[in-house]
């Protein structure tokens, strides 16, 4: 095991989309926490790490996909009801009143196993589309540094988001275009790995266009790197993965 695999920790994180009839779509995005150890004050995708209890739910269900795959689908699932009050990938009598029952379930500290058991529902795997991986080396002296599993999964009906107002302080639905327009506005704040999936995201019209850009290309791990171009040191990612920018001068990085 690298040094790296040490001292990270395995997490996942979901790009929830809502088309528009006229525009490209809406993606839900949250702003940290300032006091919040990682990020803090950017805007981020609802997400967080794996935990155990994502794996003994993983084990329990027959799903055909690695562990490690289904139990970060899990935490994506879990943290998108806990962080946005959203219900993704679940099947089942699902409902606002359902969605509020679980979060507040979630935040009492009772197992996502048992909530879906108490109310009759289940894991729909297929609903959460594997878009990219993660896993940055750490800057500096930092010593959070997350594997994270990116997916994609469309905005559920009849479903309205809501902020947890601990971890995160706002969120908003708008195009990855515009929510790029406003960082570089300075009206906001992203890390590298966000700013180059918004832009990636930015090339497609609706969630099928999104779900096609994905399975187009490998998921593979993302580990940028330092590297001179043009007299200037840049943070570099592989140029097959579907990413329109692949490098940014050190000086305009954003960190976490």
């Not at 930015?202 to 187009?216: S, T």
């Amino acid at each position: 095991m690298t040094d790296l695999e040490d001292r990270s920790r395995p997490a996942a994180t979901v790009v929830i989309v809502r088309d528009r009839a006229d525009g490209p779509p809406d993606i839900l995005m949250m702003e940290r926490a300032s006091t919040m150890a990682f990020a803090a004050g950017a805007l981020v995708f609802p997400g967080g790490a794996v935990d155990a209890g994502d794996h003994d739910l993983a084990a329990r269900i027959d799903h055909g996909l690695d562990q490690d795959e289904a139990a970060a689908r899990i935490a994506a699932i879990r943290e998108t009801i806990e962080e946005a009050g959203l219900g993704i990938g679940l099947h089942g009598a699902m409902d606002a009143a359902t969605v509020l029952r679980l979060r507040d379930g979630l935040q009492d500290g009772v197992p996502l196993r048992t909530l879906l058991d108490r109310h009759g529902l289940g894991v729909a795997f297929d609903a959460l589309t594997p878009f990219a991986r993660w896993h940055p080396a750490p800057f500096d002296l930092a010593t959070r540094v997350f594997d994270t599993r990116f997916y994609i999964a469309r905005a559920p009906d009849g479903q309205m988001a809501t902020v947890d107002t601990t971890e995160n302080v706002r969120l908003f639905w708008s195009s990855a275009a515009d929510t790029l327009a406003q960082c570089d506005a300075g009206a906001a704040m992203v890390i590298y790995p966000t700013k180059r999936n918004l832009e990636r995201l930015a090339l497609c019209a609706n969630h099928a266009a999104l779900v096609a850009h994905a399975r187009a290309y490998p998921v593979e791990k993302v580990q940028p790197w330092q590297e001179e171009r043009g007299g200037e040191r840049h943070l570099c990612i592989p140029d097959h993965l579907g990413y329109p920018i692949t490098s940014e001068p050190m000086g305009r990085v954003r960190r976490a």
